[in-house]
């Protein structure tokens, strides 16, 4: 893997952490990967969606703009990575 291949896992991996330790709740986290959808299975809704935004930026000093509070960006933790990936490049 490259440097940055392995930057994008840990990144992810750290998200999937924060999304299972602290958002889910002890029914959702079985169902916490990095491609479960997030949305569908509660585990995101507008509050937990706040902290997860307030946590990405505290943690990655990343702001995410209201244009990129979609669905999509957060559909799951692959999607959040991506976005994160993104917004650091963008930055």
């Known amino acids: 893997m490259s440097s940055e ?8 991996a750290r998200i999937l952490a924060f999304v299972h330790d ?3 709740n002890e ?4 169902l916490v990967t990095a491609s479960a ?3 569908e299975i509660g585990v995101l809704d ?6 997860l935004i307030a946590w990405l930026r505290e943690e990655f ?5 209201p244009l990129a509070m979609t669905g ?5 933790v692959g999607s ?11 930055a």
């Open 27 to 30: 029914a959702e986290r079985a």
């Open 5 to 12: 291949a392995d930057r994008a896992a840990e990144l992810q």
């Open 80 to 90: 959040i990575t991506t976005l994160v990936l993104d917004l650091r490049t963008a």
């Open 22 to 24: 602290e958002l889910a």
């Open 61 to 65: 000093g990343v702001r995410v703009p």
């Open 72 to 76: 999509k960006n957060f559909r799951d």
């Open 46 to 51: 507008s509050l937990r969606t706040t902290r």
């Open 37 to 39: 959808p997030l949305l």
